[in-house]
């Protein structure tokens, strides 16, 4: 049975990491996601109610790993990308594939608590 809420981050990145886990506190567990492999292994014990995306990475990276998260997790899951404020092809691309909100990295880092709890607000 899951029952530990989980933050999958899709990044090869670290810079974020101890923001994202400091903003989830003891309420959610944060996984950093950098393979496919991995899905398995991290989702087994967790539902899964947060999915992070860092639109720095390559799209043939975050694209597919993307994808098969959404798969694996229930509908009301919430799914948000953050990335360079001037990279309009990446954000358009996330909020296609269902991404919302997309924010700049600033915008991201100064809404990170209402970004991994949109029902407080």
């Not at 530990?4 to 506190?25: H, Q, T, Y």
């Not at 999915?51 to 098969?68: A, G, Y």
Request: aromatic residues 4%.
């Amino acid at each position: 049975m899951r029952e530990n809420k989980l933050v999958i981050l899709i990044s090869k990145n670290l810079m974020f990491l101890p923001r994202i886990e400091a903003a989830a506190g003891s309420k959610m567990k944060v996984r950093r996601l950098t393979a496919a492999s991995q899905i398995d292994q991290i989702i087994q014990s967790s539902k899964i109610s947060n999915i992070l995306v860092d639109l720095e990475e390559d799209s043939d990276f975050w694209k597919p790993l993307l994808s098969e998260v959404k798969h694996r997790a229930d509908e009301e899951v919430a799914i948000a990308a953050y990335g360079p404020h001037e990279d309009e092809a990446s954000m358009s691309e996330a909020r296609a594939l269902g991404c919302d909100p997309v924010l700049a990295k600033g915008a991201f880092i100064r809404q990170l608590k209402s970004v991994l709890f949109p029902t407080n607000n």
